[in-house]
């Protein structure tokens, strides 16, 4: 095993760790292609499913899967107008599965986002009955400090670049705390631990995916 291969294997252990004394479930999976493989492992056919906007789900190829699967896919992507969107991304909430990526991780298990509707992290903390995190190792952080500042400083520039969202970090490359109607950090959530046993599931890959 490579040096970096095990570093990463080594750190995903501690996590993973870090997120069963919190009552979720960790995985460690190499590459994106056995990602892809445990995810599906997870969900069971005929299901319900959807996703949070994650670029990291997308990097994976689940979004793929799950559309030429046998699943009942609630699919925002597929909606003609802004109110079917609107409309999709409420039925998600009762979902049997919710896939998202994390802006960060910490080693000890914690979970760190920053959302601009709220549509993601919403679902994170209630709705769906099973709610599966794709992670790169990339998002590992030491603290809650250190998320927030990466989620802010690191993810929200380039997510507003994608988005075409011209604020202030899109330009700049750094938050600017800015107050604008296409603010992408509007809500901050820190999940420290799952009420319900298992419910959070976080496949970590050693690869780096999403922004």
Request: glycine share 8%.
């Amino acid at each position: 095993m490579k040096p970096m291969e095990k570093h990463r294997s080594q750190l995903a252990a501690e996590v993973i760790k870090g997120l069963i004394k919190r009552n979720m479930e960790g995985f460690y999976c190499v590459t994106k292609e056995d990602a892809l493989k445990k995810a599906l492992e997870l969900v069971k056919t005929g299901s319900s499913v959807s996703y949070g906007g994650s670029m990291s789900v997308k990097q994976v190829g689940i979004l793929d899967a799950l559309r030429s699967g046998d699943y009942n896919l609630f699919d925002r992507d597929e909606a003609k107008t802004p109110e079917e969107r609107e409309k999709i991304q409420f039925e998600t909430f009762g979902c049997d599965y919710y896939f998202m990526s994390t802006n960060a991780i910490t080693v000890d298990g914690e979970l760190i986002n920053v959302d601009g509707i709220g549509n993601r992290i919403a679902a994170m903390i209630y709705g769906p009955r099973c709610v599966i995190i794709i992670a790169g190792m990339n998002k590992v952080v030491m603290d809650v400090e250190q998320g927030l500042s990466r989620a802010r400083n690191t993810a929200a520039p380039p997510n507003c670049i994608r988005l075409s969202y011209d604020n202030p970090c899109s330009s700049i490359g750094l938050c600017q705390d800015c107050l604008k109607d296409t603010c992408i950090c509007s809500h901050t959530v820190i999940t420290r631990r799952s009420r319900d046993d298992g419910r959070i599931k976080v496949i970590l890959v050693g690869e780096e995916l999403g922004f």
